[in-house]
């Protein structure tokens, strides 16, 4: 599977961004997807993921009520809704893909990661 992350930028603190991640290569739907971010000099952190229908997602505290996964098996796209963003957000993110059966929250869970989009938020 290739992934191709879009969507980053600058945005000021309380905005918002969605993130893409076309997906390329084998059966999409057959795979759970996730996002992961990592900040300069911090560890790469689970964001976001979801299962290969749908029906079951898992975010990180530190998003939940603020970000959104979603995915769309017609179109081999997963999307990132960011809201009410904080400069603690501020990181490069990773669309990741694996064909497990439920979601994972471990970096080395996942077998495809695409090349990271930058999200920068000012204060």
């Known amino acids: 599977v290739q992934l191709q992350a879009s969507g980053g930028g600058l945005v000021q603190a309380g905005g918002s961004l969605r993130l893409s991640c076309a997906a390329s290569?084998?059966?999409?739907?057959?795979?759970?997807m996730g996002w992961f971010r990592q900040a300069p000099g911090k560890e790469r952190e689970f964001v976001a993921g979801?299962?290969?229908?749908?029906?079951?997602?898992d975010y990180a505290d530190s998003v939940k009520g603020r970000f959104t996964i979603s995915r769309d098996n017609a179109k081999n796209t997963v999307y990132l809704q960011m809201n009410s963003l904080k400069p603690e957000d501020t990181a490069a993110y990773y669309c990741?893909?694996?064909?497990?059966?439920?979601?994972?929250?471990?970096?080395?869970?996942?077998?495809?990661w695409g090349q990271g989009t930058q999200v920068t938020v000012s204060s």
């Open positions: 990741v893909a694996d064909d497990r059966a439920v979601v994972a929250v471990r970096p080395w869970q996942y077998d495809f």
């Open positions: 290569g084998r059966t999409f739907s057959n795979y759970i």
């Open positions: 979801i299962s290969w229908s749908g029906a079951q997602t």
